[in-house]
């Protein structure tokens, strides 16, 4: 038997190498266009950006390798151009002889792959500085471009996987990276506010981003580029990703059967159809790119260019035609994608492909932690679950996060396509141990809320819902803690803490029937708030999917970014030429602000001038604010980069210091007078003067009244008082580990909710803030005349605490840029 196969990448050359495992004797021949057979193509924009670096590594298979250890007969450079179906031959050009020739088969596949879509936008073709990315020369043009021509800036057009695998990694190279894409979101197999993550990694790495805008022209010779709103852009290259086109046209002008938008129609064993009569063509089939399938979850027709599918149609058409059983029952269009330190995965439908198909669904949203929460370097992951509400079965999902993400996403994969739905999602028996998952693993979770939701106690509301529901009257409850609540909330929520609910039912609406909406988080502590009004005869509930997390990050506005990119190659170009100089290394991942910062000012307070510093954190907002406190302080930033979730500040030390020398007032100091009593206001005392400090100015905290109370040893001391004194001291709390908060001290709980917090978020406790605030050099003075007042002693008072009257605290406070009464 004679098989003919057109194209020699994913479907085609995993076809030609099952056929020969299965048939010595066969003869196979594989015309591929192109030089190259076999090829990543999906490493494509990795070994632009640099981050494979060997371009060999791209190619997979050669043509005289492959064809020794299959013993198949592959031509390159040689394009099929027709299909005679009558003959059952191709007509093939060899671009090498410049010659036209015939080959006949008994069997054809067709794996012709999909071509970049270039619609008619006015100045296109006249564009020097365009590109697309399909195979390895439009690879090498582009890294020719790079390389020579050295952009500065650069405009993706088009926010699908290969448009933003690109912008990242253009970025990675220094360039200033626009992205336009024509939909209000990138990536369009998530639903939007999925995408917002999205779209908040890309702006927080330095990609601009401009959503909802089309380009309308390309002028200057592609080095302008103008959207329809008016706006223009120059652009050093551009790279035009809008989407794909399947390479069909030989197939059509053979009238085999195509769908809508060209994609070759097949059987469930990949065999063409007449495009006339509709007959089977049992000689023909056709794989990849190039084919319409069906969508598993609905059924109905559909095209998903992507390499899974490709591959596993090779290999059913090798099976096939060696009379073995396959049979490809569609494709669930399961995908991912690095989007800098983010994951982003799905699979099966998303919540517009179901609304546009019409069919029933329910959406819920969860968060949670890629590993135990308890065990380093815990991530968040956001996923979202579709499924029916008729029948549990899974419609589709999408996960956003950093390491895991793509397996919770594999999981329902699986699930869905073993016939699984929400059920079987709880009964997932996954592997657990703390630095893997958890025993209630994410996918677990997304099949409880799924099944919960089942339940009738209460519905999920969505986050575009919530602007509405206030509106209507509808009671919005946010059961979160207030500290909590007053970093951000809903509009129109009312706040009662889970804890206090019980004690403040009077305060929701008394009627069992009202309309009660219930918030927190992520939806845990919502749950939890339900079932206990459910309990109390509530009949008209629901819960925020997602919670405040999914709401807020849903309004994220994506905007044009303020960080300059720093590129691999220029962060190396600076240290090679500063290689001499001694560097100082300091990894403070895990310390939330302002523990960075005060990392930075000590490293760099023990360097010598010129010495070169580099820090390593975790916290988000380092990258920012490194830079506005070296420019403060007179210190070089040699570069920022941001790899796998970590800020990387390099920086060398200048000749200013970063600590006014001398006791000498300035406006560079800052005085604080801590007057209060209350933990939540030492604490902030506390971080402005370590932030102050970090600042570079001098700072002297001057505690008074009340505020002494944070100095006082933890310990019974034994000191001579009068009965006064000693009332006074008995009901006054020892220590700052001691103090109440000013609101929400509910008999203690308070502070120990917030000391349990601030330990979960690594910031310090009240206790080393001091110590570390004193070790920084910020005086502590303790007021005298307060002190005899309160009958507090010396001798109860922590070490390191200076004495002094109003007149230390005037002349510490003369010329102070910054003075605080707290
Ligand atoms: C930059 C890039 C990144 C990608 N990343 C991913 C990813 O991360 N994950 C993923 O799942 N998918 C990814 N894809 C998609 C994936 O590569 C394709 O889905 C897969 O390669 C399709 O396989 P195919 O065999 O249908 O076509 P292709 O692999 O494109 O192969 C078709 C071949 O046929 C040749 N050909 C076409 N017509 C003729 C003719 N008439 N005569 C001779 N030869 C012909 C073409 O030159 C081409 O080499 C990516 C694609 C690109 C371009």
Redesign the pocket.
């Known amino acids: 038997m004679k098989v003919i196969i057109?194209?020699?990448?994913?479907?085609?050359a995993t076809a030609a190498a099952r056929l020969r495992r299965l048939n010595e004797d066969d003869e196979i021949i594989m015309?591929?266009?192109?030089e190259?057979?076999s090829f990543a193509?999906?490493g494509?924009?990795y070994y632009i950006g640099g981050e494979i670096k060997d371009r060999s590594r791209l190619l997979i298979q050669t043509v005289e390798a492959m064809s020794s250890r299959f013993r198949l007969d592959i031509r390159n450079l040689?394009?099929?151009?027709s299909i005679n179906r009558k003959k059952k031959t191709v007509t093939a050009f060899n671009k090498t002889k410049n010659e036209t020739y015939e080959e006949s088969y008994d069997i054809l596949l067709l794996?012709?792959?999909?071509k970049p879509l270039k619609p008619p936008i006015k100045g296109l073709e006249e564009a020097d500085n365009l590109f697309v990315?399909?195979?390895i020369p439009d690879t090498d043009a582009i890294k020719n471009y790079t390389d020579n021509k050295k952009p500065k800036t650069a405009v993706v057009i088009g926010g699908g996987?290969?448009g933003v695998?690109m912008a990242e990694n253009l970025h990675h190279l220094g360039i200033q990276v626009t992205l336009v894409e024509k939909l209000p979101q990138v990536m369009r197999t998530l639903d939007f506010e999925m995408a917002q993550f999205v779209h908040q990694e890309l702006n927080a790495q330095g990609i601009d981003l401009i959503l909802g805008e089309e380009v309308s022209e390309f002028t200057n010779h592609g080095h302008t580029v103008a959207l329809k709103s008016g706006k223009s852009l120059s652009s050093d290259m551009t790279i035009l990703s809008i989407g794909v086109v399947p390479?069909s046209g030989?197939a059509k002008a053979a009238e085999i059967a195509t769908g809508p938008r060209g994609h070759i129609k097949t059987n469930s064993h990949l065999q063409v159809f007449d495009a006339n009569t509709g007959e089977l063509i049992p000689e023909i089939y056709a794989?990849?790119?190039?084919i319409q399938v069906i969508d598993r979850i609905t059924g109905q027709e559909t095209a998903i260019?992507?390499?899974?599918?490709?591959n596993r149609q090779?290999r059913l058409v090798a099976d096939h035609i060696c009379g073995l059983p396959a049979e490809y029952g569609g494709s669930l269009g399961t995908?991912?994608?690095k989007v800098f330190d983010l994951t982003v995965a799905s699979t099966g439908n998303n919540e517009s492909q179901l609304k546009e198909k019409n069919i029933p669904y329910r959406a819920i949203h969860a968060h949670r932690t890629n590993h135990a929460s308890y065990y380093p370097d815990a991530q968040n992951i956001s996923l979202k679950l579709l499924f029916s509400p008729d029948t549990g079965k899974i419609l589709g999902a999408q996960a956003v996060g950093k390491e895991g993400t793509e397996k919770r996403i594999d999981l329902i994969s699986a699930t869905i396509r073993l016939g699984g739905g929400i059920n079987e999602l709880c009964d997932l028996e996954i592997c657990y141990a703390p630095p893997y998952s958890s025993a209630k693993d994410p996918v677990n979770i997304l099949g409880y809320i799924a099944t919960n939701s089942l339940s009738g106690v209460y519905r999920y509301v969505q986050y575009n819902e919530i602007d509405d529901l206030v509106k209507k009257g509808v009671f919005l409850l946010d059961v979160r803690t207030a500290i909590e609540y007053s970093t951000g909330h809903m509009e129109g929520s009312v706040n009662i803490p889970m804890n206090e609910l019980r004690s403040r039912l009077n305060e929701i609406p008394q009627d069992k029937n009202a309309e009660i909406s219930v918030t927190c988080q992520v939806g845990l502590t919502s749950h939890v708030a339900l079932m206990f009004l459910h309990g109390k005869g509530y009949t008209n509930l629901s819960n925020v999917s997602g919670g405040y997390l999914t709401y807020k990050t849903a309004r994220f506005e994506p905007s044009a970014c303020s960080h300059k990119p720093i590129s691999r190659t220029e962060v190396n170009t600076d240290m090679n030429s500063f290689s001499d100089i001694k560097t100082i290394e300091v990894d403070v991942c895990g310390l939330q602000c302002p523990g960075p910062l005060m990392a930075t000012h000590n490293a760099v307070k023990a360097a010598a001038e010129g010495e070169q510093i580099r820090i390593v954190s975790t916290d988000f907002g380092f990258a920012k604010d490194v830079e506005s406190w070296c420019k403060a302080n007179g210190h070089r930033l040699l570069s920022v980069s941001n790899a796998n979730g970590k800020y990387t500040a390099l920086l060398q030390k200048g000749s200013k210091p970063a600590v006014a020398q001398s006791n000498t007032v300035s406006q560079e100091n800052a005085t604080i007078v801590v007057f209060s009593g209350d933990l939540d206001k030492a604490i902030a005392s506390m971080i402005i003067a370590q932030g102050a400090v970090a600042g570079g100015k001098k700072v002297t905290l001057f505690f008074t009244f009340w505020g002494l109370n944070a100095l006082r040893k933890t310990q019974h001391i034994s000191v001579k008082k009068n009965i006064i004194e000693k009332m006074f001291g008995f009901m006054m709390p020892r220590g700052a580990r001691r103090m109440p908060l000013s609101n929400m001290n509910m008999l203690g709980m308070g502070p120990k909710m917030i000391k349990s917090i601030m330990k979960q978020k690594n910031v310090d406790d009240i206790e080393t803030m001091i110590q570390k605030a004193m070790s920084e050099g910020v005086r502590f003075i303790a007021c005298t005349m307060s002190m005899d007042l309160m009958g507090i002693k010396k001798e109860e008072l922590i070490d390191g605490v200076e004495y002094g009257g109003v007149a230390t605290y005037i002349s510490s406070n003369e010329n102070a840029g910054t003075t605080l009464f707290i």
């Open positions: 057109v194209g020699s990448v994913a479907g085609g015309f591929e266009r192109d190259h057979i193509n999906c494509l924009p040689s394009e099929v151009v794996s012709p792959g999909a990315l399909r195979n996987f290969i695998e390479e030989i794989v990849g790119d190039a260019p992507l390499a899974w599918p490709a090779g995908a991912v994608a």
